[in-house]
């Protein structure tokens, strides 16, 4: 979905209210999270630095069960829309490697150049070790190779019928589920390349967001969304007091807390949370935000660093606003030639 200046001026309008919308809506506030949390760092080694104590790396923590298992509950949800024609599937394995494979590994090239030529970042590959960016999780860009496994997999399970009735969904759901919480007990572990864990991880979500579509007559009754609202706050309440220290310990991946609060987080937000225009306008360039974010968030950060800032508050907010207007920047520039739509969008 392309977004005009427009949209922008009517930002201060009405809460938009359509499906279409609120989706739009959430994946703005997904992109918030990211992009945030990439400008405050994933450890204290990197982005703004801070220490374990700092409210920043809380926040960061406390919103952790929400930003990748809603960019993945999303994903689903859309694909519902428009799912699989059976009889189409080559064309459907086309659109997926113009939409997300060519776009990794362009973006994979550019970082691991990038990265080389700082020489400082902490993701820095060497010469001989380049390869292993195209192969196992680099970066931000794990979460594309995840989603091209679970394309594939949802190819094979979409042919089969296996999705089809809630019957056969529920199954499915179920041995996914399994497989996800049982994957920290896997004596051998799990291959890293092309972040098949990842995509483990990831898979339940992407099925609740095609089963809250495809199956939204059971999943839109009162009774179960009033049952995902009280979990929803129950659980996040437990998480953000054990980030804080304050009781118990926080929600982790491939555990029975973390499936429940990011499934219950999901849920709510897209039958609870209001349309608003502004991040619904943000939301239509996640894709681009996600894919090109961190060029500008590092960008920001070492120039702020390099003219001598050290303010904390200042270098979240500028950093904040580049990873967030710098990739909607890269679209409107790069939409106006088919190459670079393809390669650096996804686009055709």
Known sequence: MSATLPAVIAATGPAVATESDRVQTLRGLACLLLVAFHVIGTDPAA???????????????????LRMPLFTFLSGLVYAWRPLDPASSALFARKKVLRLLVPLLVVTALMVVVQSAVGASNARLPPERMWEAFVYPYMHLWFLQAMLVIFAALLALERC????????????????????????????????????????????????????????????????????????????????LATLDVFGAPAERFTPFGLALSTSAALTLLHQMPGLRWLAWIGAYSFTIYLHHVFFTAGTRIA??????????????????????????IEFAAKRHRAARRILLGQS
Do not use: K, M
């Open 47 to 65: 982005g703004l630095r801070v220490d374990d104590e700092s409210w920043y790396r809380a926040f960061a923590e406390a919103f952790r069960p």
């Open 161 to 240: 019928g296996l999705l089809a009735t809630p019957r056969r969904f529920a199954t499915v759901f179920a041995v996914i589920a399994g497989i996800h919480l049982c994957l920290p007990y896997l004596p051998a572990g799990v291959p890293r390349a092309f972040s098949i864990e990842n995509a483990l991880y990831l898979a339940p979500f992407f099925l609740a967001g095609l089963a809250a579509h495809r199956f939204r007559a059971f999943v839109r009754q009162p009774a179960l969304q009033r049952a995902a609202v009280a979990a929803f706050a129950a659980l996040i309440t437990l998480h953000v």
């Open 304 to 329: 702020l660093e390099r003219a001598g800032v050290a303010d904390l508050e200042l270098h979240f907010v500028l950093g904040l606003v580049a990873g967030i207007a710098g990739p909607i920047a």
